[in-house]
């Protein structure tokens, strides 16, 4: 590959990123909104166990996870089994159908 393609590539690459980063910002307000209409805080805290894990032990749990954005999406979205202290319950899902607002609450997640 020549420089002029190398450079040409580069650029393209670059401008691609960044003109995706806004898509996947994330938006606390929105996604705190979510959350609540999602009654997410019934079983999670920001920084303490409740009847779930906290948001910081989940982020801290797949912080070096391959795909972990992709496994806290199914969670989020399928309506998983969940083990409530010994008792098997079924995890209750977001309130939005919207790529976006759930990509935007798996960032958030995983960045406490």
């Known amino acids: 590959m020549n420089t002029k393609n190398l450079i040409t590539l580069t650029l393209f690459a670059l401008i691609v990123t960044v003109g995706a980063y806004p898509a996947y910002a994330v938006d606390d307000s929105s996604t705190q909104a979510l959350l609540k209409k999602s009654k997410c805080s019934a079983c999670h805290a920001l920084d303490k166990k409740k009847v779930g894990p906290s948001y910081r032990e989940i982020a801290k749990k797949y912080k070096d996870v391959t795909g972990a954005e992709q496994k806290l999406y199914l969670h989020l979205t399928t309506l998983p089994k969940v083990d409530v202290d010994g008792v098997e319950e ?23």
């Not at 079924?90 to 935007?104: D, P």
């Open 90 to 112: 079924q995890h209750v899902s977001l309130q939005s159908s919207n790529e976006a607002e759930i990509r935007a609450v798996i960032k958030w997640i995983l960045t406490r």
